[in-house]
């Protein structure tokens, strides 16, 4: 199959939103432009062998790809409306890529996004998508904004859980299938992310590890803050702490990365949404800037994910 054929059979779809004047198939997209509301953009890539396995199931590689970039859209409190994809294959042989089309169109027709363009070529595994959103004007939630008195909360399934899988990749536990759900099917917090638009004083997705992400909401608070988180409140990935003792599983759930929850400030006193947990508060500024139950993070702990490393 060439470039074209592949393009045309996989990626050619109908939009499902009337403000795609014109997808896939020209040399760009057109899409309309509604008054009143500011886009929204970022772009995440894939790469197998280093953000995945070397050896990747195709829906796996479509659910993380996407699930990861609508996660970026959510911790905006932007709502999802169009995606470009470049995808780099292997073969353009059928097989991989029609098992990957599939989950990725699944997806799109789940979460309201129209796949309007990318590119595609011959190397090894690897994707990028931009994702674009909207949001009225002014309401976006960034990550400034984070004060003393503010509550922090968790918008998701748990924590955790995607950390623990890395531990069955490298053969060290037996599988399991909640951490695999956790790794490989990230749920963007779309729903949540919109519902706290005006209501969250800052916000970001936990992409490389609550802890480290924490410090980018502490690094553009509103005066100098200190985060107490409690240890109780932790929404733990199922068997975490059975199987590795609390110690460990807090490590795992403070600073192991690809939960794909939404880490949110948020004043006392509102009526936050039912999916979220309390896992701390926020207090003036002292020397160190995360306590866990009162005491400094452990200094052996890896904070997060160093796309450096
Ligand atoms: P150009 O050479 O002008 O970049 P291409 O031949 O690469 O155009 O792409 C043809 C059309 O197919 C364009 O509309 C492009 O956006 C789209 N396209 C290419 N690859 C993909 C893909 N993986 N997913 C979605 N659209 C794609
Ligand atoms: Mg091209």
Redesign the pocket.
Known sequence: MN??EL?RTH?QRDPLDPSVVLG??????IVSQLSDYETVISVDSVVAGRHVPQICPPDGFAARLLGRGLSDLAAMGADPKYV????TLPTFEPGWVDHFADRFHKLCVRFGLD?V????SRGPLSAHITVIGHVPKGSAISRSGLRSGDDLWVFGSDLGGARAYLDVLDGLESNHEVWAERYWRPEPQLVAGLSLRGMASAMIDISDGLCQDLFHLLDNSVGSATVKLQSNLIPFCDDLVDRFGLEKALEYALTGGDDYCLLASIPPGLEVPGCGRRIGMVVKGESARILLDGKPLPSKWQLGWDHSR
Do not use: Q
Not at 24 to 29: N, P
């Open positions: 470039e074209f393009i990626f896939v198939g020209d040399d760009a997209a470009l994809l470049s995808l796949l363009g990318g590119d595609t």
